[in-house]
């Protein structure tokens, strides 16, 4: 019941609720534990729903068709992009323009300051992000309307850090905050673009 994307992280559930064969058969709050047993399980077709960290309603469905064991993985951090009807500013970009993400984080421990630059230019896209500069293949720019689409779905939260971003394109500036300690967006995004 973790973020799919890092197991070293522990994102728990607030509730999980189960259904057999369209029924309800089970609520379970698992909180603070990351591994759940269900041993009364019997055969039959289960939906597991819950909230992502992202405050959207997810399902998974399990058939049980013989007495074994199974294991089902529900990933916190999932969000449907094809339901998603966010305009993305990677996609608002005519010939000639950019916009900016500043991306903010202040902890106990840490203070740091990033700035991203993305630009549009003879029909390509560029992304400028620190010392780092490089063309973006269509997978890069999947990649950023994601993050986009993610943060712009990102509750508050209440951690010890504070990651504040700041998007600007031409007149209009959108300040987000995370104080999740969960999402790590900028992390994954640095390491798509750059790592792979």
């Known amino acids: 019941m973790k973020d ?3 197991t070293s992280q522990h994102i728990y559930l607030s509730e999980l609720v189960v259904f057999k064969n369209n029924n309800l058969f089970k609520t379970i709050n698992p909180q603070l534990k990351n591994t759940q047993f269900l041993s009364e399980l019997d055969t039959g077709t289960y939906i597991f729903q819950y909230k992502t960290i992202f405050d959207t309603e997810e399902k998974t469905k399990l058939n049980i068709s013989e007495n ?3 294991t089902l993985l529900l990933c916190v951090n999932y969000i449907d992009y094809s339901k998603n009807a966010f305009t993305t500013y990677i996609d608002q970009l005519k ?7 500043s991306i903010a984080s202040d902890g106990c421990f840490h203070s740091t300051k990033d700035l991203i630059k993305i630009k549009r230019e003879k029909n390509n896209y560029y992304i ?3 010392e780092k500069l490089k063309i973006l293949t ?3 720019v999947l990649a950023i309307k994601y993050f986009e689409i993610e943060l712009n779905h990102l509750l508050k939260g209440f951690c010890t850090t504070q990651d504040t971003y700041t998007i600007s394109y031409k007149e209009t500036k959108k300040i987000i905050c995370d104080g999740s300690c969960n999402w790590k967006g900028a992390y994954y995004l640095h390491k798509q673009l750059f790592e792979k």
């Open 4 to 6: 799919c994307r890092d």
């Open 68 to 70: 074994k064991k199974y």
């Open 95 to 101: 010939e000639n323009e950019s916009y900016s993400i």
């Open 128 to 130: 400028n992000w620190g």
């Open 138 to 140: 269509k997978e890069n």
